[in-house]
């Protein structure tokens, strides 16, 4: 089976650094994706892992640990436009569905 | 720049009653699914498709939702008889190839009264 855990919710300031964890654990494990949901809108892909190591894109990097079932998404220079939820999704091999964890809830204040 | 569209945005059905959901994928995707999402709950995967068939299904997919791709563009779910616990909203998704990233449309509100 797959299990994925990430925080509920966390809050930040404009302009700080986020920084939001996701564990995983799943058989066959053959990749890590972050998506961005804002309130009643559909999920938009952020970010894909499948080897070890930090993804840089713009403001926003995931990093990828295979060995201890762990991924981050860190967003830099954080911007009102920020507050969304942030949804941890893991591929196994043998299968081409994605499976979602709960999803974090990032509120960011002026 | 290519997108997923989804109809209706929101629907509003009877108990008891079918209900069709329509998704046009990105035209040079293979891969077809689909989410749904009950109010404040995480995405949860129904349903996969691909060369004409259900390639996965999940434990919620069973014998009252159907999926179809009737022809080359349009790709459809089927509720046959709704119940009150269908009320969520569904996304369609499609990617180019099983390794790669799923792009969502702006899903269907489902309202089942």
């Known amino acids: 089976g797959q299990n994925i855990d990430q925080p509920t919710e966390m809050t930040a300031t404009e302009g700080a650094i986020v920084q939001i964890n996701c564990t995983y654990q799943t058989s066959g494990f053959n990749g890590l994706f972050w998506y961005q949901q804002h309130a009643g809108e559909a999920p938009t892909f952020l970010s894909y892992n499948v080897l070890d190591g930090l993804e840089e894109k713009g403001r926003f990097s995931s990093f990828l640990s295979r060995s201890k079932g762990y991924s981050y998404l860190l967003l830099k220079e954080l911007q009102m436009k920020d507050s969304a939820s942030y949804l941890c999704a893991a591929r196994s091999y043998n299968t081409d569905k994605l499976i979602f964890g709960t999803g974090t809830r990032l509120q960011v204040f002026p | 720049e290519p997108e997923v569209t989804q109809t209706p945005s929101h629907q509003v059905t009877q108990m008891g009653q079918e209900v069709i959901l329509r998704c046009v994928p990105i035209s040079n995707h293979l891969y077809f699914y689909w989410y749904r999402q009950i109010l404040g709950q995480k995405v949860e995967f129904l349903v996969s498709?691909?060369?004409?068939?259900?390639?996965?299904k999940s434990e919620i997919f069973d014998d009252q939702f159907s999926v179809e791709r009737p022809d080359g563009s349009n790709f459809t779910l089927k509720i046959r008889s709704t119940k009150l616990e269908d009320s969520a909203m569904y996304f369609c998704?499609?990617?180019?190839?099983?390794?790669?990233?799923?792009?969502f449309g702006e899903g269907s509100r489902l309202t089942v009264l």
């Open positions: 498709f691909y060369n004409n068939e259900i390639s996965e």
């Open positions: 998704a499609s990617s180019v190839g099983e390794a790669g990233e799923l792009f």
